[in-house]
């Protein structure tokens, strides 16, 4: 059974930085697909950014040029980098991953207040 768990979420003010981190276990196997998508309340979960095992990379457009992902594939393990933070990210962020089948992180809490 495949788990992710993540960490690094907290309570920034505008402008700073954090950095979240997601990794899988239970597969000896690396995934195809790793990533982060987060969910404001109110809202519907949008994708953030991910990676494919080959360092293929996907954004969001309101995350390009602050947000930066990458990835430990021997690890299983996904980090996210946030530059720049705007109360509009505020979101619980989930981590991703796929491989044959999609699995989720339990989310981790991301406060930007201005």
């Known amino acids: 059974q495949v788990q992710l768990v993540e960490s690094g979420g907290g309570l920034v003010q505008a402008g700073e930085s954090l950095r979240l981190s997601c990794a899988a276990s239970?597969?000896?196997?690396?995934?195809?697909?790793m990533g982060w998508y987060r969910q404001a309340p109110g809202k519907q979960r949008e994708l953030v950014a991910t990676?494919?095992?080959?360092?293929?990379?996907n954004y969001a457009d309101s995350v390009k040029g602050r947000f930066t992902i990458s990835r430990d594939s021997a690890k299983n393990t996904v980090y996210l980098q946030m530059n720049s933070l705007k109360p509009e990210d505020t979101a619980v962020y989930y981590c991703?991953?796929?491989?044959?089948?999609?699995?989720w992180g339990q989310g981790t809490q991301v406060t930007v207040s201005s």
């Open positions: 991703y991953a796929l491989r044959n089948a999609a699995y």
């Open positions: 239970g597969s000896p196997f690396r995934m195809n697909v």
């Open positions: 990676m494919t095992k080959g360092g293929s990379t």
